[in-house]
Structures are given as C-alpha cells and as structure tokens.
C-alpha cells in the first residue's frame, strides 16, 4: 500500500476474495496488473476482476485509496503471494500521479503478461477493462514511482519473474524482522496477526541506507541461475516452492521436466542472492508446511556454508494469506 494506490501481482483461483478484503471492496487504488505467466491457477480471477471493475465504472467510481494483494505476489505498497499475502513496503512516493484513473472516466486498467499461449492472451485481450501489453525481458511499464525488471524463468508456460524497486521511505525501519522463526520481540512469526506489518529487511539498517527498497516474486519455475541475478540484494524474496524434494531428481524417460522449485533449492537462491528475507509459496496440495520451511533453511546454511554471500541465519518462512511485510 502505498500513495493511495497498489499494483497486483497474480490472480488466481480465489484471491479476488482475498484483493477484496485488502482492499475493503474498493477496486479504485490499483493502479496495474502483473500476470507472470497464463496459467489458470495465476490467473483464473481476472475474470472476477474484470466484472468487479464494469460495476465499479458504471456506478462512476472516482479517485479512492487501496491496495493490492494478489495469488501469487503483489508488489507497489501492498504485494501479495500465492496464499494471499499482502506486504507493505515503506517504499517512497510510489505510484500515484501518472498511473490512469480507470474507474469512472473510461481509462483501462493497464495488466501486463506474457504474449503466450496465443489463446489465453487473446482471451485478455478481448477483455474491455484492461489495456493488456505484452511483458519481456525489456518492458519499462511506467509504473511512477517504482523500477520494474523482469527475467524469463523456466516454466512450461512463458514466464516471467519480476523485481520491483523504489526509494526507501524515510520512515521505514529495518526492525521487527523475523530471524530463523522468531521476531524480534521474541514471538513466532506465527504469532503475528495477519494484518500486522513486520520488516522485511531482516539484516541490519545500516546496510540497507540509500539502497532502494526491492521486492522480488519469480513466478513459477525450475531452477535457473537467473533468479538469483534478478534477487541479489532484495530486501523481499517470495518463490515458488511447489516442486517436493524428491521430484528435484531426474524426470524419467518420457516424463516432463521440472517446473518448480523444492524448498532446499529456494533456500540456496536466497543465500546465494544474499537477500534480506524468504517466503516461500505455491506449496503442492498436502505439503508438510513446516517440513518445507526447514528444508529451505538446511538449503540456506549449506550455500552460506559453501561461500553463498547469504547469511545462514536468512529469515524464511512460508508466506501467510492476508499478512503485511514491511519492507
């Protein structure tokens, strides 16, 4: 949440309810829409979406305050993950001035996702509600306020992973973090409300001063060194963690490779990105949770052990519907 307004990152299955109840049924702050990839379970809401924003522009909404939370992550003042996470991040003016008022005024909601499948991105096309532009690995979206990059991943469907970037805001502390499980003031991170806002950035203020706060989401993937190149420094890494640790060995004949990353390899790319902190996301139906959020730790330590940059002691956690991070 930020300046009023919020940018949404992934739509699928449900988290329209979730967007919903960030931003008390007012459609009027969001300011764009991200879609890394096409993939139903990223995307299947955009059609609630879609009808929430007719209504809102025949009953001639005008400017209004909100934020963003979205399936798999959004990012602006609020970003969200793949369980519904919302995070705030004290990152500067943000974007407010510059970003079309769609509701009320005939504007488009601008969305930008990957061109392919040709089919789905047709389908979004035709949507009246959304100016839809093409995502590669050079799109300057304009977003004022905030520096978008994005990195192709490997994922049957075109995907693209994204960082966003924008001045620290004055007031943001580097405080409250979670280190290894446990706050600062000695809680679980379990413990915290979901809509309590605690810092991202868990290693120290001094390091972070005069860098810009940096949120990244990967989308979906398999392993690539990319990831980490688009995550190095950032104070907020959100992965997909969908692929179990026995699926991380060799596909058999005739089966498709990859498409996600285990836990253990998603603490490897945090400590080797040696970002500030790690939500884990996308779990498979019935994943031990818990057992996932050690096995990404165990990743960690081993790459710090090995030279990574990353502390050992990154604070990773699985990522929580409906709960802020300050960034």
């Known amino acids: 949440q930020n300046a009023g307004q919020s940018i949404v990152i992934d739509l699928g299955s449900g988290a329209m309810a979730n967007l919903m109840k960030v931003l008390c049924s007012d459609l009027r702050g969001v300011g764009a829409v991200f879609l890394t ?46 369980s519904g996470v919302s995070a705030v991040n004290g990152i500067g003016a943000g974007i407010s001035a510059g970003v079309a008022r769609w509701a009320g005024d005939g504007a488009k909601l601008p969305l930008f996702c990957p061109d392919k499948p ?81 810092s991202a950035s868990g ?27 688009l995550a190095e420094g950032a104070d907020l890494l959100v992965l997909d963690a969908g692929l179990a640790s026995s699926g991380a060995a060799a596909p058999a004949p005739g089966k498709p490779p990859a498409a996600h990353l285990t836990p253990e390899e998603c603490g490897i790319i945090a400590a080797r990105a040696n970002v500030k902190r790690l939500l884990l996301t996308h779990f498979a139906p019935g994943s031990d949770v818990a057992r996932c959020v050690k096995e990404a730790r165990a990743g960690a330590q081993k790459a710090a052990a090995n030279g990574a940059p990353g502390s050992k002691a990154i604070p990773i956690e699985a990522a929580v519907a409906l709960r802020s991070y300050e960034i």
């Not at 522009?57 to 959004?74: K, Y």
């Not at 620290?168 to 499980?181: H, K, L």
């Open 203 to 229: 290693r120290g203020g001094s390091e972070s001063r005069g860098k810009p706060a940096k949120f990244v989401f990967s989308g979906d993937t398999a392993w690539n060194e990319d990831i980490i190149a």
């Open 118 to 198: 040709d089919l789905e991105y047709a389908v979004l096309k035709s949507y009246g509600q959304f100016d839809v532009a093409p995502v590669s690995e050079t799109l300057d979206p304009r977003v004022p306020g905030l520096k978008f990059r994005f990195a192709a991943m490997r994922h049957p469907y075109p995907c693209f992973a994204l960082s966003a970037e924008a001045p620290r805001s004055a007031g943001a502390q580097d405080s409250g973090a979670c280190a290894d499980g446990a706050c600062a003031n000695g809680a679980s991170a379990n413990d915290v409300p979901a809509n309590d806002a605690r």
């Open 37 to 82: 990839h096409l993939h139903a379970d990223h995307t299947s809401d955009i059609a609630v979406l879609r009808y929430a924003l007719s209504i809102a522009s025949a009953s001639g909404a005008g400017d209004g305050n909100g934020t963003g939370a979205g399936n798999s992550a959004g990012a602006g003042n609020r970003t969200g993950a793949a």
